[in-house]
C-alpha cells in the first residue's frame, strides 16, 4: 500500500526543479539591459557597459552621465566607425535604496564581465563604488573608464596599487576627469584667495572621496593662511543635522566646506544651516553636491553655495557644440557636471575597441586588445579637449570648473586647466 | 525510614497575601498521597513551590533528605520529580513519541555534534530512549498513537500522555495536579488503575484532585488544605470523618 | 558662558526632536499597552503623515497668503487632516492585518507588522519616488533670543504642538468614557467584554488615536526639517520606541517623558561625544534598559502569568 | 513489492543517512544530480551567479530556522552576525591589514566568531519575553553596521574593505568566476540539510521544539532552557558567519549597507514563506526569495525596459522592479501569516506516512492544522 501523498509529494519536488531549470535554460541570452543604439541593430553587438547611480537622490548626477554615454553610442554608430557590428551601452544601476553602493557596484561588474559582448565599461560615479570595483576590473581585464570619480587613491601610489591585487603591474581602471589632489586644493583656493573665508568648519560623509577631498582642501585652505576650526563626520541615512550643526555654530565658522555627495546629506545640510544659526555662513563643496538635487533639498538655502567639479565646462567650448545640442534633442533635460566627460569615455572605449578591431583584422577583438589601446592613448581628441592617459590611467586634462548656487540655479564662475 | 519527600514548616507569601502557611508534610516511599481542599487553598502553589517555580518564603523542602530550596525547575526535575499540569501542558506540534522522550532528556546524554552527525553511541542512545518510550506509551494505552500530533489527541488521552511524559526519567516522585479534571467515569475508573499501578512501579505519587471518589480509593494518606494551612491529615475514613474538612468544603453549619 | 549657551542650545534641540518621538512614542506605547503588540508599521504611519500633510499643503496657494494668522489657520487644518488621514489608516491596518491574528501566537502578528511596515514604505516610494521630497516652508522665518539662546518659531511651534496634544490625549484618556474603555480593555480584555465594553471598537479607536498622533508628528517634524523621505519613519520609529520602552511601555506618561530623554540624549551625544554615534547610543540604551529593567522608569513590573 | 523495496533503509550509510527511507534517497539524489547539473546547462555566468548567491540566502535562512523555526525565538538582526561573518573574513584576507589567511579554515573561525557574538548578545537577552527578544536584537541588528561605519580607521568606514582574496582549492583560484561558488554552497548546503535534519531529530533538537512549544513544561522535564536557547541562538550565528566568509569572497568587497534591516527581512521573509521549522520548506522558502532577488526582479527590469524600447513607452524605462522588491517581501510576511501560517510546504509527506500506519477510524478526530516542526523527506 503507497501513500499516495508521498508520490504526489515526490512529483512536487520534481516539478518546482524542473521549472528553476526551464526557465533557467529558457531566459538564456535574455540578460540584456536597457539599451540605447542609433536606429535599429544591425551585425554583432558589441556593448560598452554603464555603471552609474541611476535612481534616488543619486540620479540627478547618474542620470545626466549616462545620457552623455547614451549619446556616445547613439553618435559612434552613426558614423559606423566599424562595419557589421553595432555598439550598445549597456547600462546597470549601482545605487541601493536611492544611495550609490559599493556591494551593487562589484555585483555589477561581475554581471557586465560575464558577458562577452561587454569590451569595457564606462563608470563608477563615486569613489567608494570604483574602490570595490577596480579589484575585479584588474582580476577580470576588464576596462573601466569613469568620467568622475576623483580620489587620488583610485590611481595613484601604494592605496591604488593595494586594489591592483591580481595584476599589480597591470591598469585596467582609467579616467577623464581630474583629481582631488588639484580639485580639493582649487577650491579652497577660491574659498580664501577670491572669497576671503578665514575660518573653516569641515563636514564629510567618511567615505572615500567625502573624505579625501575635504583633507585635501582643508591642507590648501591652511596654507593659505585660513583656519580648520573644527572636522566632523555625518553618517548615511542621516535625517537630523540640527544638534550637530549647533555644535558647529558654536566655532564660529565663516565657510562650512562639505566633503560628500548630495545623496549623504550634503543638501540637507545646508537646509538645516539656517535652523542653527548657520544661515549666513557660506557653504563650499566639491562636484558631490553640483547636481539639480541639491537645489531641489536646500531649497531657499541654496544661495551663497559654492562647489568645484573637476571636470571642463561644456558650454564654454566651441567641440561640444553639436554635443549640447544634441544632448537637447535626445533627452530634452539639461547637461549635469559630467555629461561631457561621459561621452568622452564611452568616445575612448569605443575608439579602442575599433583600434583593436582593426589590429585584428576587423574581427570582435578581446578585452585584452582593448585595455592595450586604451593604456596607450595619445593626443585623443574630445568634446572636452585632446587628452591621454598616463601611467596611472588619469587624464593629462586638468581642469576644474568652480560654480555658485544662487537663485536655485548653479550659475558657472571660472574653470582653469591644472596640467603641468 | 525517612520519608521520600518532606516539607518543613513552608511558607508562601504574595505580597501581604499568605498563600501557603507554615506547612509540614511528608510523602513516604512508594505510597500515594493526596493533597485537598477547596479552590483557591494553595494546593497548586504547593506544587509550585516544590518544582521550583517559586522559593518558599520561609521553610524547607527536601527529597531524599536533600534541599531542593532555591534550585531551577530544571535541576528539581533532575533531582528526580517529575509533574503533570492543571491545565495540560504539552508539547503540541510534537509527536506523541517526541513527547515521551522530551521527557527522558535529563537522562540522556548526546551532544550537539553527536546529534548532527549521528554518531554511533547517539545512536544507541536514541532507539534505546525511543524503546523504553514505546514501553511508556504501551503502559499508558497510547502506543498506537505514538506518531500522531500531541494536539490531536483527545483530552483525557492527553492527560495520560502528560503523565508517560513524566514518567520517562523514572522519577522517585510524580506530581500529578489534577489529572481527573475533565474525564468521564470510565476514564477515572482507568485513571485510579494508573495511578495504582504507577505507585506498584516504585513510583511515589503525589496528588492534587478534587474527585473525592477517586482520592478516597487510591490515596495512603490524605493532607486537607484550606486557606494555605493544613487542617486535617490521615487515612482516608480519619479524614472523611473530619468535621473541620467537612466545615472547610461545605461551610459553617453544614 | 559659550558652553553654557551652548548647552541650553542643544537642550531646545533635544527638546523639538523630543517631542516627534514622544508623539510617535504614545501610539506605541498605546497600542502596546491594549493588544501587546509592537505595531512595526507605526514609524511608516509617521512618514506618512508627512507626505499626506505634503500633498495637501500642495492643494493650497500659499504664495498668495500673506497674513500670519491666515498661515496658523492653515497649518492648523493641515495638522488636522494628516492625523485624521494617518488615523484612518492606522484603523485600516488594524482591521486588515492585526485583527484576524489577534489570539495567534505572539510572533504572528509582530512579523505581520514587519509586512505592512515594508508595503507602506513602498507605497510611499511609489508616490514620491526614493529621494528626498522638499517641504513647503510657510512659516515666516522669526527668531527669538532668550538669554543668549537663540531659537526660531518652528522649535516653537514643534514644542507647543507635541505638548497640546499630549495634554489632550491625557484628558481624553482619563476623563472620557472611550478613554475608560481603553484603559479597561488593557487591563483585561475579557473582564472589559463583559462589562459590555465593545472590544473592537476600542481597539480600533485605539489605533486612530496613536496613528493620529503620528500624523500629527509628521507633520511638524516636516515643518522642523523641511523635507522628507519615504524611509524616514525606520529609523525614526526605533528611536520612538526606545522611548516608549524608556518610559515603561503601556505608560502614556512615560512615552511622553522617554520621548524627551531621547531627543535630549541624541543632542547631548552630537555635542559632547560624536554625531556619528548618536544611534549607537540610543539603540544601546534600548538593549540596556529592556535587559536590566524592562519595565521602564515608570512602568510596574508585571510578572508573567504561570 | 517494488513499494516496500522503497521503504527500506539502507543500512550502511552514515550520517544518518540510513535513516530516511530509500524513496526519499533516491529523490535527494536525484534533485541534487539536476542541481548539479545547472552550470552546464546555462552557461550564461550572469545567472550561475544569480543561483549561487541564492546559496548565501539559503544557509542563512538555515541558521535563523534554528533560532526562530525550532527554538521560537524571534530574532529580528541577524543580518549583524552575517555582518560579524563577512568582516571577520574581510579583515584577515585582505590588503585591510595585510593579512591573507586562507579561505577554508577561514570558514570555520568566522563561524566560531559570529558564534561567539551570539552568546555575548544571547547570555543576557534570552530570558527577555519574545517580542522584546525581538527588539533587543533588532537593536543589535542596527548598532552592529553603525560600528562598522563608523570605526572607519579599522574597517573602512562606509566603503568597506575591497580587493577581499578569493578562496583557491588544489591550486585552482575561484576568481570571479560563479560556478566554483555555486558548487561551494552547493557541497555546504547538502551538509547543512543532512546534519540539520539529523539535529532536528536527536535530543538537541526535540529540546529546542519543546522550548518552542512550552518553556515551561520544558523547564520542568528538566530541561536547562537557557542554556538550550543559547546554543541555538550561537549555532544559528555561526550559519550566518559561514555564510557572510562566501559572500565576502565571491563578491570580494563588503561594506555597511550590505548587513542593514532589509538583509534580515529577506531571510525572514524566505523561512516564512517556506514553513518555519520545517527544512524542506526554509529550503523551498528561500531559493523562492534568493531567485527572486538574484534573478528574476533584476531580470523582469530588463524585460520592461526592453519592452519599453520597443514599444517605444517611455514609462517602462523608468521601471525599476528591483527598488520595490520590499513591497514584495512585506506582502509574503501579511499574506503567509494571514493565511497560511505555516508556510508552502508544509510536510504531507511525513503525514501521510502516519496515516498510512495508523488503522482507519481510530477514534482521533484530525483536524487540518498548521504544521510547525515538520518533517523533512
Known sequence: ???????????????????????????????????????????????????????????????????????AVIDANKQHLMAGYTFVADVLDDAVNGVHSPNQGAKNIQSFASD????????????????????????????????????????????????????????????????????????????????????????????????????????????????????????????????????????????????????????????????????????????????????????????????????????????????????????????????????????????????????????????????????????????????SFDRNGDTTNKIISIYEAKNGAWMFLTQQNYAK | MSALLSLRSVSKTFGGLAAVKSLSLDVERGAIVSLIGPNGAGKSTVFNLITGIYAPTDGTISLDGRALNGMKPSAVAASGIMR????????????????????????????????????????????AVAQSAMQLLEFVGLRRYAHEWARNL????????????????EPSLLLLDEPAAGTNPAEKQALMDLVTSIRDRGVTVLLIEHDMRLVMGISDEIHVLDYGEKIAAGLPETVRRDPRVIEAYLGKGA | MADIHQFFQQLINGVAL????????????????????????????????????????????????????????????????????????????????????????????????????????????????????????????RWHIVGGVKFDDRAVLVVAVSVAFMIALNLFVFRTRLGKAMRATAQDRDAAQLMGININSTIAWTFFIGSALAGVAGFISGMYYGTTFFLNGYQAGLKAFTAAVLGGIGNITGAMLGGFLIGIVEAMTSQYISDQWTSVVVFSILILILVFRPSGLLGEQVPEKV | MLGGALRRRVRWLPFGLSDAPLSRLLVGVAVVIVLAMIPMLDRNSSHISAFADTGYVMILAFGLNIIVGYTGLLALGFAAFFAIGSYTYAFLASPQYGVHLSFWPMLLVSAAVAAIFGLLLGAPTLRLRGDYLAIVTLGFGEIVP????????????????????????????????????????????????????????????????????????????????????????????????????????????????????????????????????????????????????????????????????????????????????????????????????????????????????????????????????????
Open chain 4, 146 to 377: 553603525q560600528v562598522f561605519q563608523n570605526l572607519d580607521k579599522y574597517t573602512g568606514g562606509p566603503d568597506g574593505i575591497a580587493g577581499i582574496d578569493q578562496p583557491r582549492l588544489f591550486g585552482y583560484a575561484f576568481g570571479f568566476n560563479p560556478t566554483p561558488y555555486y558548487y561551494l554552497y552547493f557541497v555546504i548546503i547538502v551538509i547543512c540539510l543532512v546534519l540539520l535534519n539529523n539535529l532536528r531529530n536527536s535530543r538537541v533538537g526535540r529540546t529546542w521544539m519543546a522550548i518552542r512549544e512550552d518553556e515551561l513544561a520544558a523547564e520542568h522535564m528538566g530541561i536547562n532552557t537557557t542554556s538550550a536557547k543559547l546554543l541555538a541562538f550561537s549555532l544559528g550565528s555561526a550559519f550566518a558567519g559561514v555564510a557572510g566568509v562566501i559572500y565576502a569572497a565571491k563578491l570580494s568587497t563588503v561594506s555597511p549597507s550590505g548587513f542593514d534591516f532589509n538583509t534580515s527581512v529577506m531571510i525572514l521573509a524566505a523561512i516564512v514563506l517556506g514553513g518555519m521549522g520545517n527544512l524542506i520548506g526554509v529550503l523551498f522558502g528561500s531559493a523562492i526569495i534568493g531567485l527572486l532577488n538574484f534573478f528574476v526582479l533584476p531580470q523582469s527590469s530588463n524585460w520592461a525596459h526592453s519592452l519599453g524600447t520597443a514599444l517605444h513607452m517611455d514609462f517602462l524605462q523608468g521601471v525599476d522592479l528591483n527598488a520595490y522588491r520590499f513591497m514584495i517581501y512585506g506582502i509574503i510576511l501579511v499574506l503567509v501569516m494571514l493565511f497560511r501560517p505555516e508556510g508552502l510546504v508544509p510536510s504531507a509527506a511525513r503525514r501521510a506516512e502516519l496515516h498510512a500506519e495508523q488503522e482507519a477510524g481510530a477514534g482521533i478526530a484530525l483536524q487540518e492544522q498548521a504544521e510547525f516542526g515538520a518533517d523533512i523527506p
Open chain 2, 154 to 169: 483527545p483530552y483525557g488521552m492527553q492527560r495520560r500522555l502528560e503523565i508517560a511524559r513524566a514518567l520517562a526519567p
Open chain 3, 18 to 141: 523630543g517631542g516627534v518621538y514622544a508623539l510617535i512614542a504614545l501610539g506605541y506605547t498605546m497600542v502596546y499597552g491594549i493588544i501587546e503588540l509592537i505595531n512595526f508599521a507605526h514609524g511608516d504611519v509617521y512618514t506618512l503623515g508627512s507626505f499626506f500633510s505634503l500633498s495637501i499643503l500642495g492643494l493650497i496657494p500659499l504664495s498668495h497668503i500673506a497674513s500670519g494668522p491666515a498661515l496658523g489657520l492653515i497649518a492648523l487644518v493641515v495638522i488636522l487632516a494628516a492625523a485624521l488621514l494617518c488615523g484612518i489608516v492606522g484603523v485600516l491596518v488594524e482591521r486588515l492585518a492585526y485583527r484576524r491574528l489577534r489570539n495567534a501566537p505572539r510572533l504572528a502578528p509582530l512579523i505581520t507588522a514587519i509586512g505592512v511596515s515594508l508595503i507602506l514604505e513602498n507605497i510611499m516610494q511609489l508616490w514620491k519616488g526614493n529621494s528626498e521630497v522638499p517641504f513647503p516652508q510657510f512659516l515666516p522665518d
Open chain 1, 116 to 387: 562577452g559582448a561587454v569590451l569595457g565599461v564606462v563608470g563608477p560615479f563615486n569613489s567608494n563604488v570604483a574602490k570595490a570595483e577596480i579589484p575585479l576590473s584588474n582580476n577580470l581585464g576588464l576596462a573601466l573608464i569613469s568620467p568622475a570619480t576623483t580620489n587620488p587613491d583610485l590611481t595613484k601610489g601604494p592605496p591604488a596599487l593595494q586594489l591592483r591585487t591580481t595584476n599589480p603591474s597591470s591598469i585596467t581602471f582609467f579616467r577623464v576627469c581630474a583629481t582631488d589632489d588639484i580639485q580639493g586644493p582649487a577650491g579652497a583656493d577660491y574659498a580664501g584667495k577670491v572669497l576671503k573665508l578665514r575660518r573653516a568648519y569641515l563636514l564629510d560623509d567618511n567615505e572615500t572621496y567625502g573624505r579625501g577631498v575635504s583633507d585635501q582642501w582643508a591642507r590648501q585652505f591652511i596654507a593659505d593662511g585660513g583656519s580648520v576650526v573644527g572636522h566632523d563626520h555625518i553618517t548615511k541615512g542621516q535625517q537630523d543635522f540640527h544638534a550637530l550643526l549647533t555644535r558647529a555654530g558654536g566655532l564660529h565658522p565663516d565657510v562650512v566646506f562639505y566633503g560628500g555627495t548630495t545623496s549623504t546629506g550634503g543638501g540637507l545640510v545646508r537646509k538645516q544651516m539656517a535652523d542653527s544659526g548657520l544661515g549666513g555662513t557660506a557653504y563650499f563643496g566639491a562636484d558631490g553636491i553640483r547636481n539639480d538635487e541639491f537645489l531641489k533639498v536646500a531649497g531657499t538655502s541654496a544661495s551663497d553655495v559654492y562647489a568645484t567639479v573637476a571636470a571642463i565646462n561644456a558650454d564654454k567650448l566651441a567641440a561640444a557644440k553639436t554635443f549640447l545640442s544634441e544632448y537637447q534633442d535626445q533627452f530634452h533635460q539639461p547637461v549635469g557636471s559630467y555629461s561631457a566627460n561621459a561621452y568622452a569615455a564611452t568616445m575612448v572605449v569605443v575608439h579602442a575597441i575599433v583600434d583593436a578591431a582593426k589590429a585584428a583584422g576587423g574581427k570582435m577583438p578581446d578585452r585584452a586588445a582593448v585595455l592595450e589601446k586604451l593604456k596607450t592613448t595619445k593626443g585623443f581628441p574630445s568634446i572636452i579637449g585632446s587628452f
Open chain 1, 1 to 71: 500500500m503507497q501513500p499516495p501523498i508521498r508520490v504526489r509529494f515526490t512529483a512536487f519536488v520534481g516539478a518546482v526543479f524542473l521549472a528553476a531549470l526551464g526557465s533557467a535554460a529558457c531566459s538564456r541570452g535574455t540578460g540584456g539591459s536597457s539599451s540605447a543604439n542609433g536606429g535599429p541593430a544591425s551585425g554583432t553587438v558589441i556593448k560598452s557597459g554603464v555603471d552609474l547611480p541611476l535612481s534616488g537622490s543619486d540620479a540627478s548626477d547618474g542620470v545626466p552621465t549616462e545620457n552623455g554615454a547614451k549619446l
Open chain 2, 84 to 127: 503533570t499540569f492543571q491545565n495540560i501542558r504539552l508539547f503540541a506540534f510534537m509527536s506523541v513519541l517526541d513527547n515521551v522522550m522530551v521527557g527522558r532528556h535529563v537522562r540522556m546524554r548526546a551532544a550537539v555534534w553527536d546529534g548532527a552527525f549521528h554518531t554511533p553511541s547517539a545512536r544507541r542512545e536514541e532507539s
